[in-house]
């Protein structure tokens, strides 16, 4: 098995495991005593480890190479916040009521992954320097 199949299937079980305490946030809750009884501390809980974890899963799925080294950091940026607002909506939609401190996260969340992917695609055109 190739190191490129080994980092793929790594990061699609993490990928599966993020979804999966994305939709099961009473799970984490439990298992760490986190609270849960509104529907914001739900959100937050699954954007926190469900998104978060997603996300880094679909970077080690993505990722070509260690280097150059700002394209690594985009890319965990780009996936961690993409994997975190993907999880925010779903929580948006499953729980229901975010307040404005949500909305907030949402929209940054939203910017981070824009300005990410945009330097990202500058940097395959050839506009910025790769480093």
């Keep these: ?15 599966a495991a993020g979804v999966y305490l994305m939709f099961s946030p009473l799970v984490v809750a439990e298992a760490l005593g986190r609270p849960h009884a509104t529907s914001s501390q739900m959100i937050n809980l699954r954007a926190t480890w469900g998104g978060a974890v997603a996300g ?3 970077f080690v799925a993505w990722l070509p190479a260690l280097s150059p080294k700002r394209r690594v950091v985009l890319g965990l940026l780009l996936t961690s916040m ?3 607002g993907i999880a925010r909506a779903t929580g948006f939609v499953l729980d229901g009521h975010p307040d404005t401190l949500q909305w907030f996260w949402m ?4 910017t981070i992954v824009a300005v990410c992917a945009v330097a990202l695609r500058r940097i395959s055109a050839g506009a910025l320097p790769a480093k």
């Design 82 to 84: 993409a994997g975190i």
């Design 56 to 58: 880094f899963g679909a």
């Design 107 to 110: 929209i940054a969340e939203i």
């Design 1 to 15: 098995m190739s190191r490129r199949t080994l980092q793929l299937i790594v990061g699609l079980v993490l990928v």
